[in-house]
């Protein structure tokens, strides 16, 4: 861990950020480099990239990244009749630790396209639904997408479906690996187009790291050659060095307080052994995820805000969105050995846009790998009419694994303003805060279209000659690791909890930026638009500060 500064606790610094992740990395680096002192809370560890490892059980069943069940449980139901169950498989999936869930993501990092910003006005509304406009727009956010590619580090190409880019990418895509060669076959014959994937994980060295070793440990694990573009190694260092900000790993924020005029004074904290602490700030930024800060927010009721900090809109929580995700499988007659290399080298986006014809609302996009390790796919990967057990069994697995390839179908999800985070009322975790309740059940033409896609993903890989395809029924999900839309933005009070600045419409000194302001969900890849949203806030709230 590098040195830093650290402030004394009676100290009252500029900015206390909540949430060392894809968004509160880039706000801390930002601020912290602009001049301001920055405190940022964290309530995971200070990993090093020595500190991963590629441990398919302590990843997957132990949750190491994540954080078990047992000290941090969820509850999950379909809907709000129901009563909330304790969960055995977190429903949310995130990352506790400094970078976040950049740390272990996969690393696709499409941008949104300009349909994304304006779908409601574009499409009309969809029965069922609160679907919106975005209050900015993709020309809009363009510039900090660019500054994303290469403050961040972004590998790839432009496509033939891309909006338009000020820039190229800072360097060139991730060399082809078996799944996107028999992307761009089944595509060619079906007169789809295949393309590089852009990808958070650099192909060259960059900006002083190192390029990508291919060890194939990257959805789910951290990356030890700093390859991986996390902001643990990207935009942390950098906050740090500027002498102006300290990153309080370990640190658990319970609430954040404010006065009897309404604005936040600083926020309430953990440290690793449970004692509490007072951080006061001049404005409090929330970027803990679209789970997290919904929840921060709902226990920092108080006086002025009996029903939660900044949700006067009564919208804290509510419209959760996880993007649908369904898959196809395919063997082939010869080896992949897709378990080496990145996940992704090609993607396709002909059926990104919403299509009336189709007959619901929806759009996605695929790509190429196989997200299973041995041990998962030992434990469920297998099709339908493969024994579960014997010599059979191990049959498939000796000669099937390295032979297998999966299209992972990645679409829209509306937004329902029943899909929410709430507390629990019966269950908490290991600090005695309130366990996250999801209450989540998909649109009915978000199933359709993950179905849509699912079949056209069965088309590609019979176009590829597949040998064999099978692929898990398609229904309403139960698990998402896109948190978004708890805290919409929006011009209206009445209608968003931050407007297109990210500030609180209720309190003037409160910003919340990360997954939790999106509108829409995009199409199933909302981290570079999250940090392109946090690099746009950093100049708002920089200069709202400074005029206050």
């Known amino acids: 861990m590098m040195r830093q500064r650290t402030f004394p606790e009676d100290q009252v610094v500029d900015f206390v950020i909540v949430g060392a992740g894809a968004a509160g990395g880039v706000l801390a ?69 400094v970078g976040g869930s950049s740390v272990h993501f996969t690393a696709n990092y499409w941008r949104f396209h300009e349909i ?15 679907l919106a406009d975005w209050p900015i727009t993709y020309a809009e956010l363009e510039p900090y997408y660019t500054k994303v590619d290469w403050e961040i580090g972004v590998s790839g190409v432009p496509g033939p479906f891309d909006p338009p880019r000020s820039r190229p990418y800072p360097v060139p895509p991730l060399p082809v690996k078996s799944s996107g060669v028999l992307m761009d076959r089944g595509a ?3 007169g789809w187009h295949s393309q590089p994937a852009p990808m958070a994980i650099l192909s060259e060295p960059h900006d002083g790291r190192l390029a990508c070793g291919h060890c194939g440990y990257c959805m789910g694990y951290g990356c030890e050659f700093g390859a991986k573009s996390s902001t643990l190694v990207t935009m942390i260092p950098k906050a740090v060095a500027t002498g102006n900000c300290e990153v309080r790993a370990d640190s658990t924020v319970m609430r954040v307080e404010t006065d009897a005029s309404g604005r936040a004074t600083g926020v309430v904290w953990l440290d690793a052994q449970g004692a509490e602490h007072r951080q006061r700030a001049n404005a409090v930024i929330l970027s803990a995820n679209g789970a997290e800060t919904a929840r921060l927010l709902l226990m920092s009721a108080a006086g002025a805000y009996p029903d939660g900090l900044a949700n006067a809109s009564g919208l804290v929580g509510k419209h959760l969105m996880f993007n649908g995700q369904t898959a196809v499988f395919g063997t082939f007659e010869h080896p992949l050995n897709e378990y080496k290399s990145v996940q992704v080298t090609r993607i396709i986006h002909d059926f990104y846009d919403s299509d009336p014809r189709r007959g619901f609302y929806g759009g996605g996009g695929f790509d190429a790998r196989m997200s299973q390790s041995p041990m998962l796919f030992a434990l469920g990967g297998a099709p339908p009419d493969v024994p579960s057990w014997g010599a059979d069994y191990k049959k498939w697995l000796h000669d099937w694994y390295t032979h297998a390839v999966e299209i992972a179908c990645h679409t829209t999800s509306l937004p329902v303003e029943t899909n929410s985070v709430t507390l629990d009322p019966s269950t908490k975790d ?47 999900q139960t698990i998402g690791a896109h948190l978004l839309g708890t805290c919409r933005m929006g011009n209206d009070a009445r209608t968003s909890v931050v407007n297109a600045d990210h500030r609180a419409h209720d309190v003037p000194n409160l910003f919340i930026c990360d997954g939790s302001s999106f509108v829409t969900s995009g199409r199933g890849q909302p981290t570079m638009t999250i940090q392109a949203l946090a690099f746009r806030a950093s100049e708002r709230i920089a200069e709202a500060v400074r005029n206050a």
């Open 29 to 97: 680096k930002e601020l912290s480099t602009a001049g301001f002192t920055v405190v940022v809370h964290e309530q995971g560890p200070w990993r090093q990239n020595a500190d991963f490892r590629h441990d398919e059980f302590a990843t997957w069943f132990e949750l190491e990244l994540c954080g078990s069940l047992t000290d941090y449980p969820q509850t999950f139901r379909a809907s709000p009749s129901e009563t909330a169950q304790s969960a055995t498989f977190p429903p949310l999936i995130y990352a506790r630790g």
């Open 116 to 130: 994304d910003f304006n779908e409601r006005s574009r499409l009309g509304g969809v029965p069922g639904a609160n």
């Open 188 to 190: 060619a014959k079906l």
């Open 430 to 476: 290991k600090w005695g805060r309130p366990a996250l309740r999801i209450t989540y059940r998909d649109h009915d033409d978000d199933v359709k279209m993950m179905q849509f896609l699912q079949d056209r993903g069965r088309e590609l890989l019979e176009a590829a000659e597949a040998v064999k395809i099978w692929a898990p029924p398609v229904g309403p």
